[in-house]
């Protein structure tokens, strides 16, 4: 079957790559896996033998009968759950208290995938997601410079970059190399110890990131004093700040 372009499909035919994700993931028998788009089930059959229960989600129709006879003996046994629906329209609560995200994800959704599950109330433990590799080095801060995503991650979690995927890895073959990005630890305990809000404290990321080029003060209209009382200093921009200075200035910040 071709895989739809509108769809963002690539379908990733590298066994070394799947055997990484799978082991990134770190799974056992108790565990529950979110798959998000399985395609043609390559990555789906290594977690299913990894003993855990996988629930996956795909939007496109047309590969849902493929699947359930690939897999015919796993939905039997309940050990995989297919789910047709849009990623973005599901509600979290229906996969369960404690579950992974493991997947080979749309490039143009990886912002929207992200933020929808590391900020709900039922995110997962842990994340692991092939993206395209300029994405994972900056929500990693390769170049030592942070983003407004890779806060964004940082905020919830602790982003790795494991390994690149060259694009020969998939089918057919993307214009740009991939990597897989592991997201461990994630949960909200940084902006509830803080006694910040999701909201105010994106809100207040955005507006200091909104003309890089620009000084933080003069984004966020405050004064030096105030960056003082956060550590940062007066002629700083945003990308030399940590999570820890934007929770600061979240406190300070009406």
């Given at each position: 079957?071709?895989?739809?372009?509108?769809?963002?499909?690539?379908?990733?035919?590298?066994?070394?790559?799947?055997?990484?994700?799978?082991?990134?993931?770190?799974?056992?028998?108790?565990?529950?896996?979110?798959?998000?788009?399985?395609?043609?089930?390559?990555?789906?059959?290594?977690?299913?033998?990894?003993?855990?229960?996988?629930?996956?989600?795909?939007?496109?129709?047309?590969?849902?009968?493929?699947?359930?006879?690939?897999?015919?003996?796993?939905?039997?046994?309940?050990?995989?759950?297919?789910?047709?629906?849009?990623?973005?329209?599901?509600?979290?609560?229906?996969?369960?208290?404690?579950?992974?995200?493991?997947?080979?994800?749309?490039?143009?959704?990886?912002?929207?995938?992200?933020?929808?599950?590391?900020?709900?109330?039922?995110?997962?433990?842990?994340?692991?997601?092939?993206?395209?590799?300029?994405?994972?080095?900056?929500?990693?801060?390769?170049?030592?410079?942070?983003?407004?995503?890779?806060?964004?991650?940082?905020?919830?979690?602790?982003?790795?970059?494991?390994?690149?995927?060259?694009?020969?890895?998939?089918?057919?073959?993307?214009?740009?190399?991939?990597?897989?990005?592991?997201?461990?630890?994630?949960?909200?305990?940084?902006?509830?110890?803080?006694?910040?809000?999701?909201e105010k404290f994106f809100a207040i990321l955005h507006r200091g990131f909104a003309q890089k080029r620009k000084l933080l003060a003069s984004n966020l209209k405050?004064?030096?004093?105030?960056?003082?009382?956060?550590g940062v200093e007066e002629k700083a921009r945003a990308e030399t700040l940590t999570v820890e200075n934007w929770l600061c200035l979240a406190t300070k910040i009406s």
């Amino acid at each position: 079957m071709f895989a739809k372009k509108s769809l963002g499909q690539n379908w990733l035919i590298s066994q070394s790559a799947i055997d990484t994700i799978v082991a990134t993931g770190e799974l056992g028998a108790t565990d529950t896996v979110l798959e998000i788009g399985p395609g043609q089930g390559a990555l789906t059959k290594k977690l299913l033998a990894t003993g855990a229960t996988v629930i996956a989600i795909e939007k496109d129709r047309e590969l849902i009968p493929i699947l359930e006879e690939k897999f015919a003996p796993e939905i039997k046994n309940k050990k995989l759950t297919i789910i047709e629906q849009d990623v973005l329209e599901l509600d979290s609560k229906t996969i369960g208290s404690e579950y992974k995200l493991i997947a080979n994800i749309p490039y143009y959704l990886t912002g929207q995938i992200i933020r929808k599950f590391l900020s709900s109330k039922n995110s997962p433990t842990k994340a692991v997601l092939l993206v395209q590799k300029e994405v994972a080095e900056r929500i990693v801060a390769k170049d030592g410079k942070n983003s407004l995503l890779s806060i964004a991650v940082k905020i919830f979690g602790e982003p790795k970059y494991i390994k690149k995927v060259p694009a020969g890895a998939f089918r057919p073959i993307p214009k740009v190399d991939s990597a897989i990005l592991l997201i461990d630890n994630i949960n909200q305990n940084k902006l509830k110890s803080a006694g910040v809000s999701e909201e105010k404290f994106f809100a207040i990321l955005h507006r200091g990131f909104a003309q890089k080029r620009k000084l933080l003060a003069s984004n966020l209209k405050i004064s030096p004093t105030v960056l003082a009382l956060c550590g940062v200093e007066e002629k700083a921009r945003a990308e030399t700040l940590t999570v820890e200075n934007w929770l600061c200035l979240a406190t300070k910040i009406s």
